[in-house]
């Protein structure tokens, strides 16, 4: 399950199934909460549908809506969280360094993943704790401020991180990217028709949806 926008206050949820390479839901949004996706999830069962497990992006809030589920949180979206804070090129080795292990997360299990971030967490511990004084000498920040939140994400998510490896007979994947290749798709093709009229823009989106 995963939302996308196309401007300032109009999007789409969407729940692909990978196996069926289908769309089984959709509804058009205005914002991404997790009201959406419990009207999804509301959808889903009462059409009959079994949820075996769910692959989200790890926005805050969503995967509680499944706490009683199987949830894997998409290691693709993850990645992008960190470089996000980081940016493509971290001018600081304990930035490239985080950097560059978030980038092996998908070549890794949850042991080797946990204990290399202990790890560099143990040699930069000193560095993360480095405080920026404001000119009253009282208050202050820490220095490193978007690598400390990059560690953060990785240490809050890694709970879900590795789920599709303790739940083989699912055959869980471990990103998104068959909704993430669908909606990429969608904006190609819909860029290559930036001239539609509103209306026919939408009927286009929903006859991709459809297909």
């Known amino acids: 399950m995963d939302c996308t926008f196309f401007g300032r206050g109009y999007g789409i949820i969407v729940v692909r199934c990978p196996t069926l390479k289908k769309n089984l839901y959709w509804k ?10 419990e009207e999804a999830r509301r959808y889903l069962e009462d059409a009959g549908f079994n949820i075996q497990a769910v692959i989200l992006d790890a ?7 499944f706490s009683d589920l199987v949830v894997q949180i998409c290691q693709y979206h993850q990645q992008q969280i960190v470089v996000r804070y980081l940016t493509t090129r971290p001018k600081t080795g304990a930035g490239l360094e985080l950097k560059m292990l978030a980038g ?15 790890a560099w967490y143990e040699k930069w511990s000193v560095f ?5 004084y404001k000119p ?11 690598i400390r939140a990059a560690y953060r994400s ?7 991180l590795f789920v599709y490896q303790k739940y083989p007979e699912l055959n869980i994947p471990n990103t998104n990217n068959s909704l993430e290749g669908f909606f990429s798709k969608m904006k190609r093709l819909l860029n290559n028709h930036n001239g539609l009229k509103c209306w026919r823009r939408f009927r286009l989106i929903i006859a991709l949806l459809n297909e």
């Open 154 to 160: 990785l240490v809050t998510n890694l709970p879900y």
């Open 104 to 118: 092996a997360l998908t070549k890794m299990d949850e042991e080797l993943f946990a204990s290399l971030l202990d």
């Open 136 to 146: 009253d000498g009282k208050h202050w920040s820490y220095t490193h401020q978007r």
């Open 59 to 65: 926005k805050h809030g969503i995967k509680e809506v």
């Open 28 to 37: 058009q949004i205005t914002t991404e909460n997790k009201t959406v996706y």
């Open 128 to 132: 993360l704790k480095e405080r920026t």
